[in-house]
């Protein structure tokens, strides 16, 4: 079982939509979680970060924790064409872990 | 203006050639990683440095070398020991190692075989 698991996409949904990603992960002693948005060839740069059970939301993006089902989501509300990437999960627990990724695009 | 550098953008390794990779970061980080990506893969880490003069291996250390001689950077050197060393390099750093600390990356290195 990979340490933590996201749906590799593509996800495609039209602008104006909610875009919504899941991960998984396996160690329940995991701490902190993010999201990290990447662009084609460019590297990571994060969106967002929680570390409570629960949602927290900054502007369109709203990152849902649920630490008993092992479970970190991102929600992008009005989806835009510039949402279009790779959306990176990571957890933290001794050290970073990184999903896969999921691609994203969102269609005019 | 603070940040992580990274350079060169793109590197090109003969066969049996060392070649190395900087980073730099002027943000007063004391944490700093080495990541490898390869296509439709996440990050894995190469090597850490919590502190200056120390570091640790990641899950695939073989074959890469580091030093940490200053808290500003955290070079990478790509031995000719690795064989399949063409992917994008990745250099974080974060306010201190470990636990709920932000990484923030640099800008990358790609890194082909010629």
């Known amino acids: 079982q990979k340490e933590v698991e996201q749906n590799s996409g593509p996800l495609s949904v039209p602008e104006g939509a909610i875009a919504s990603l899941n991960c998984t992960y396996s160690d329940r002693g995991s701490q902190s979680f993010f999201w990290y948005r990447q662009y084609s060839g460019k590297s990571p740069e994060l969106i967002m970060f929680i570390y409570s059970n629960g949602d927290k939301e900054d502007g369109r993006f709203t990152a849902q924790l649920n630490k008993a089902s092992q479970y970190v989501s991102l929600l992008i509300r009005d989806s835009q064409p510039s949402d279009s990437a790779t959306y990176l999960c990571a957890v933290n627990v001794n050290d970073m872990r990184f999903g896969a990724g999921t691609r994203l695009t969102v269609k005019p | 203006d603070g940040g992580i550098t990274q350079s060169p953008k793109y590197l090109f390794r003969k066969e049996g050639q060392n070649v190395t990779l900087s980073c730099e970061q002027n943000l007063n980080h004391d944490a700093m990683y080495w990541y490898r990506q390869d296509p439709g893969q996440g990050l894995r880490l190469i090597y850490y440095?919590?502190?200056?003069?120390?570091?640790q291996k990641g899950d695939i250390a073989e074959g890469y070398s580091v030093s940490r001689e200053k808290k500003e950077s955290f070079p990478l050197t790509v031995t000719s020991a690795q064989k399949n060393p063409t992917a994008f390099y990745l250099c974080?750093?974060?306010?201190?190692?470990?636990?709920?600390?932000?990484?923030?990356f640099g800008a990358g290195t790609r890194l082909s075989v010629l």
């Open positions: 974080a750093s974060s306010i201190a190692g470990l636990g709920q600390n932000i990484q923030y």
């Open positions: 440095s919590q502190i200056v003069n120390d570091f």
